[in-house]
């Protein structure tokens, strides 16, 4: 049997809008051409907590959908804090981003309590930042995809940005460039896209955090047409980046 890797997608019911669930499928076959044995575990209000998490993805809602998940992500905060205090890779898009900061304020005045993972805070407004993103990181390169909020994210003193927006795309909040948020391993974003697809950087960085953090190392045992199929995706995503960025 082939090297298990755990991965959780969190809240797939409630928060899985513009396609964020494709982040899911690219990590499972990057995972699966790499070598490894991808396990996944479908979280959803009220389900039991697997044994072993050794990744987890979330994606993005409306309000609606982070309203009705708020009381479980709170059952679930301390054991969320501690992956992630532990280098567990999360990976957040837009409504569990947001969640994962301190708070989500509703454009209509509704505060929704974050689990403060990431140093961040929201606030809705009337307007919606809607559109394509390019964002330059200097980890990942240029990032890509496309966002849909109306909650303006504002960054604390000590947490850094995914990227910076130089002209595609409105970012945390419109007033200071920056997008989402990094700590540890652990990623918030307002890329939807999906965002892995197009950027296998961001993935791999996923799925070489979570593989070391289980087995010490990372060391892929793939055959030539596994080697031949990543190549053929990541040409695919620089293509799908070259038209963004141009
Ligand atoms: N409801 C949140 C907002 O509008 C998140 C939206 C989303 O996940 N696309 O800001």
Redesign the pocket.
């Known amino acids: 049997m082939g090297k298990v890797i755990d991965v959780m997608s969190l809240y797939p019911k409630d928060m899985n809008?513009?396609g964020d669930s494709g982040n899911v499928l690219v990590v499972l076959r990057r995972l699966a051409l790499y070598g490894y044995e991808p396990r996944l575990h479908a979280y959803n209000q009220g389900d039991e907590w697997p044994e072993r998490v050794d990744m987890i993805l979330g994606g993005?809602?409306?309000?609606t959908g982070?309203k009705k998940i708020t009381g479980d992500l709170f059952k679930r905060a301390g054991r969320l804090r501690d992956l992630a205090a532990d280098g567990t890779p999360m990976l957040m898009?837009?409504?569990l981003f947001?969640l994962f900061g301190e708070y989500f304020e509703t454009s209509e005045g509704e505060r929704l309590d974050g689990i403060n993972v990431l140093g961040a805070y929201t606030v809705?407004q009337s307007h919606?930042m809607i559109g394509n993103l390019v964002e330059h990181s200097d980890e990942f390169g240029d990032v890509i995809g496309y966002e849909?909020?109306?909650?303006q994210t504002f960054l604390r003193e000590g947490t850094l940005p995914l990227g910076h927006v130089d002209h595609d795309g409105t970012g945390n909040n419109g007033e200071d460039h920056t997008e989402g948020a990094r700590v540890g391993n652990v990623i918030g974003t307002y890329m939807?896209g999906s965002l892995l697809p197009k950027n296998p950087a961001v993935a791999d960085f996923l799925i070489r955090a979570a593989v070391t953090r289980r087995y010490g190392e990372f060391e892929p045992d793939q055959s030539s047409e596994q080697m031949f199929e990543l190549a053929r995706l990541d040409a695919l995503a620089d293509k799908a980046r070259k038209v963004a960025a141009a």
Do not use: A, E
């Open positions: 809008i513009y993005g809602g409306q309000d982070q898009i837009c409504g947001q809705g919606r849909n909020h109306s909650g939807h």
